[in-house]
């Protein structure tokens, strides 16, 4: 439920109000804004990885493109190193 209703461009504080009113009609405990928060965070976080990883993938194929076919195998190495990345960030 959470993830169907987030969106990137509203507030943690707004999906917390969303998610809270969607599990009161669905008869649900609403749950707590502070859990709400952080499942949130954690989901923006891993599309933020997501995306990352195939936009170096993407960079590499294309990098390669010109001269050959680009190979499957150093584009997933290259979006394994983007999530790394990120991951390394994120713990700064």
């Given at each position: ?33 502070v ?16 995306r ?41």
């Amino acid at each position: 439920m959470i993830e169907a209703l987030d969106d990137e461009e509203l507030t943690l504080a707004e999906i917390a109000r969303r998610v809270g009113s969607a599990a009161e009609r669905a008869g649900m405990t609403r749950p707590s804004p502070v859990h709400v928060h952080a499942l949130v965070a954690e989901l923006r976080l891993q599309r933020a990885e997501d995306r990352e990883a195939r936009r170096a993938a993407l960079e590499e194929m294309t990098r390669r493109l010109p001269y050959a076919i680009g190979n499957a195998y150093e584009a997933e190495t290259a979006a394994v190193l983007a999530r790394e990345r990120v991951r390394a960030r994120r713990k700064r």
